[in-house]
C-alpha cells in the first residue's frame, strides 16, 4: 500500500522559515510525481510545487516561485518543500499528493491518486 506522510508545520511568524517533509513508502521506484498542495479555511484547495521523479522536473505556483524550494530525496524516499520568506497568506493546511498514473508535473490535483494526511502550517502577522 502506498503512505504519504506529511509532518513539519507549525506556527511561523511572517518571513520565517519552515521545511515540510513527505515520508513516502510503497510509490514505485524512480516512477512517481509527488505534489504539494495547500488548503485554507473557506478557499479552495490550492497547487503549490511539484516534483516529478521520473523525469527531474519541478515546478511552482506563481505565489511561492522564488521562496519555495522542492527537494527529493529518492533514495529515502521523502520530499521536502523548504518555506522562506513565509507570509499570513501561506496559511493553510498543506497537503503531499503522489501520482503514480501519470508520473509528470502536474498541478492539476486529480491528477495525484494518494494524499497525505496534512500538516498545518500558521504564519503569523
Known amino acids: 500500500d502506498v503512505q504519504l506522510q506529511a509532518s513539519g508545520g507549525g506556527l511561523v511568524q511572517t518571513g520565517g522559515s519552515l521545511r515540510l517533509s513527505c515520508a513516502a513508502s510503497?510509490?514505485?521506484?524512480?516512477?512517481?510525481?509527488i505534489g504539494w498542495f495547500r488548503q485554507a479555511p473557506g478557499k479552495e484547495r490550492e497547487w503549490v510545487s511539484c516534483a516529478s521523479i521520473t523525469d527531474g522536473r519541478k515546478t511552482y505556483a506563481d505565489s511561492v516561485k522564488g521562496r519555495f524550494t522542492i527537494r527529493v530525496d529518492n533514495a529515502k524516499h521523502t520530499v521536502w518543500l523548504q518555506m522562506n520568506s513565509l507570509k499570513p497568506e501561506d496559511t493553510a493546511v498543506y497537503y503531499c499528493?503522489?501520482?503514480?498514473?501519470?508520473?509528470?508535473?502536474?498541478?492539476?490535483?486529480?491528477?495525484?491518486?494518494?494524499w497525505g494526511q496534512g500538516t498545518q502550517v500558521t504564519v503569523s502577522s
Open positions: 510503497g510509490l514505485p521506484v524512480d516512477d512517481y510525481a
Open positions: 499528493a503522489a501520482n503514480t498514473r501519470y508520473p509528470y508535473i502536474s498541478s492539476w490535483h486529480v491528477d495525484y491518486d494518494y
